[in-house]
């Protein structure tokens, strides 16, 4: 029972080290890449298929501009991907 005790308490002592910052400084890079990378499909959504609402929206307003009907048929498709 002692030896499981030091062996436990020896490595508590060994993994508790300080994180080094550089693992704080690449994951706040991870995140800023992130966060450019959504802010870039939020302009383009229609080039990103898993940005299903901001698709829908972008191609209910296209086909509006165009003189066609806000919701036709057609968008029926669409306006179920919109729920996923």
Do not use: H
Not at 12 to 36: S, V
């Amino acid at each position: 029972m002692p030896a499981t005790l030091v062996v436990s308490l020896v490595a508590a002592l060994l993994g508790c080290d300080a994180r080094p910052t550089a693992t704080a400084a690449g994951t706040k890079q991870m995140a800023d890449t992130l966060a450019f990378l959504y802010r870039q499909a939020l302009a383009q959504p229609e080039r990103y298929a898993f940005l299903n609402r901001e698709r829908v929206d972008t191609l209910q307003a296209r086909l509006a501009r165009q003189g066609g009907a806000a919701d036709p048929p057609a968008m029926a498709g669409c306006q179920a991907l919109r729920r996923i």
